[in-house]
């Protein structure tokens, strides 16, 4: 990289990641922000609310939907290796303003799902504590404490080099899926062998919606699907810290998809099988507060759902760390763009994006307290409240993604591509708009749910504004994009 005549290389050098991730480590910021155990357990009853037993089917769904999504990362990291994500890809495509909108947008989504997965530890931690008798009685203040502290942890580790980290997130969450995999098969042998409580059995019915349920009500249930496989795209945002980002993030990023899919689908239908199918079974499904811990306990034994709960902890706070390092990488890509003698802008001896990292928690705790103090939110508010406000964020940064990569590909023909798969992201658009529409119509007119939308849509709202009214900032943020095109360009001919 050439350095400009008014920094020095040592500049330049404060404002570059490090490489040395390998595909496997990519994943694993993936994986870890999806967080597979945690939300197998506390995702798939907000669907059942909704479809009752067809809570597998409207997974597959999701499955689907992710799966086209995923083409449209693919195909944007075979060509850009940046750790902007869809900064760089919105952005470069569909010019700066698009960007920073997409930017800042997901950017909001991983500091909301920092906070999602910071409340989740404090659930699942003070409930193993209480469970265990280490810690009864608890104060309404207890999964505070326990978020709080996981906060701290996930800070502390982020700032560690990415390889470190990400070893670490690949590992915990890796050792939790498999326990939860493996309570699976024990409950599907009781279940073909017909010795399983309350005479569950195997039943492909989970895929069929039940009478009385209008099939449309499937669309609603695929939010909370693709709020279980949010974050699937997070290694686009190690693009500038891989070994070979244009092999293996498209790899991580796919992979994990595909993963997604199974998983959750699987799971789900052995947990809609393992409760009952009928109105008692759903109702005790939706009722749940730990799917795998619930049938852990009734089909093995009382300390499975001890140690489930504990792992979906653990898998809490490893997300809150993805999350924290997904949100600071595209803070840092950002201001490295409008503003590179910002301390956000740089790195720390080891590479890591520290003072972002720091900023990022800063705001998680911040946003936290004011809901606690002034909105008298419990920790499953800020759960549920933060879950909510993210994924509608998420979506809009997903469909800018998705406009860009139609017009890289489909269009500007920068990647040498069939025309004909131009039905994909085509189809991944009419998906997400779909998705969005009916998450916010018909509006809601009580309760919290009328605040979320107007924070989600009043942040993007505002990042366009202030783009828009600052030109010296669009055209500062379209240098360093023209730039990461050219390098892209230049990799692939």
């Not at 999964?143 to 990400?166: D, M």
């Amino acid at each position: 990289m050439t350095v400009p005549s008014n920094e020095t290389t040592s500049d330049a050098e404060r404002r570059r990641l490090r490489r040395g991730l390998s595909v496997w480590q990519a994943v694993g910021i993936s994986v870890a922000l999806m967080a597979p155990s945690m939300a197998i357990n506390i995702n798939p009853q907000g669907t059942a609310g909704l479809v009752g037993r067809a809570t597998p089917l409207a997974f597959l769904l999701a499955a689907i939907a992710v799966l086209l999504i995923a083409y449209v990362f693919v195909r944007l990291c075979q060509y850009y290796r940046h750790a902007g994500s869809v900064y760089a890809f919105a952005g470069a495509t569909l010019g700066a303003r698009a960007g920073a909108v997409a930017g800042l947008g997901l950017m909001a989504t991983y500091m909301f799902y920092g906070m999602v997965t910071a409340s989740a530890a404090g659930i699942f931690g003070s409930a193993f504590l209480d469970q265990i008798g280490l810690w009864t009685d608890q104060p309404s203040w207890a999964g505070y404490a326990i978020a709080g502290l996981a906060l701290v942890l996930a800070y502390i580790s982020s700032v560690l080099p990415a390889r470190r980290a990400t070893t670490t997130l690949l590992t915990i969450e890796g050792i939790t899926v498999a326990l939860i995999v493996i309570i699976a098969a024990i409950v599907l042998v009781r279940m073909l062998a017909g010795n399983a409580p309350g005479d569950a059995s195997v039943t492909l019915d989970v895929f069929k919606v039940a009478s009385g349920t209008d099939s449309s009500t499937l669309f609603l249930g695929i939010v909370f699907g693709l709020l279980s496989f949010a974050g699937f795209e997070a290694a686009a945002t190690l693009g500038e810290e891989a070994n070979q980002p244009q092999r293996d993030i498209p790899r991580a990023i796919l992979g994990t998809a595909i993963f997604g899919g199974l998983y959750f689908v699987v799971i789900t239908a052995i947990e809609m099988m393992a409760f009952g199918t009928d109105e008692a079974g759903v109702a005790a499904f939706t009722g749940s507060s730990a799917l795998m811990g619930d049938i852990g306990t009734s089909y093995i034994g009382a300390w499975v759902g001890d140690i489930v709960t504990l792992g979906a902890a653990i898998s809490a706070f490893a997300c809150c760390l993805a999350c924290i390092v997904g949100a600071a990488r595209l803070l840092f890509a950002l201001t490295r763009d409008f503003a590179p003698d910002n301390p956000i802008a740089g790195t720390a001896a080891n590479g890591s994006p520290a003072v972002a990292s720091g900023s990022i928690a800063a705001l998680i705790a911040v946003i936290a307290a004011v809901w606690a103090l002034f909105f008298d939110a419990k920790i499953e508010d800020t759960f549920l409240w933060s879950a909510t406000i993210g994924t509608l964020i998420l979506i809009v940064a997903y469909v800018l993604a998705t406009l860009g990569c139609i017009k890289l590909v489909f269009i500007d023909r920068k990647l040498d591509v069939p025309q004909w798969q131009v039905v994909i992201p085509v189809a991944a658009l009419l998906m997400l708009l779909y998705t969005l529409y009916r998450n916010v119509f018909p509006y809601p007119t009580e309760g919290p749910a009328r605040f979320f939308p107007v924070v989600a849509f009043g942040w993007l709202l505002l990042v366009a504004v202030v783009v828009i009214l600052s030109p010296g900032l669009a055209r500062r943020l379209t240098a360093g994009l023209v730039a990461a095109d050219e390098r892209s360009d230049d990799a692939t001919h």
